[in-house]
């Protein structure tokens, strides 16, 4: 059975710094795409940034560009968000997904494996 374990949140302040951890377990990953999505509280998740198998092709959201950067170890099945420059609007769940092939911004819960989310805390 799929796990996907997330970690690294907390509380910082703006313009603080955070590395957000996910472990896969239960499958082999050879051409998973892993990516990062948020979650705020009264709105919408939103994608934040994929990695492909690879670790070559990556992407982000606007609101991120710049700021985050993810990675991944597939020695590790371990994919990483490194979070800088937060901001308040960053406050929000960050779950880690999983998907084989590539990982798309609207994708749904039925669409790949998910952990279960850490929270970050951006004060003023």
């Known amino acids: 059975q799929v796990q996907l374990v997330e970690s690294g949140g907390g509380l910082v302040q703006a313009g603080g710094s955070l590395r957000l951890s996910c472990v896969a377990s239960?499958?082999?990953?050879?051409?998973?795409?892993m990516g990062w999505f948020r979650q705020a509280p009264g709105k919408e998740r939103e994608f934040v940034a994929r990695?492909?198998?690879?670790?070559?092709?990556?992407s982000y959201a606007d609101s991120v560009k710049g700021r985050f950067t993810i990675s991944r170890d597939n020695s590790k099945n371990t994919a990483y968000l490194q979070m800088n420059s937060l901001k308040p609007e960053d406050t929000a769940v960050y779950s880690c997904?999983?998907?084989?092939?590539?990982?798309?911004?609207?994708?749904?819960?039925?669409?790949?494996?998910w952990g279960q989310g850490t929270q970050v805390i951006v004060s003023e």
């Open positions: 239960g499958r082999t990953f050879i051409n998973y795409s």
């Open positions: 997904a999983v998907r084989y092939g590539r990982i798309f911004a609207e994708m749904g819960r039925e669409d790949g494996y």
């Open positions: 990695i492909s198998w690879s670790g070559g092709i990556t």
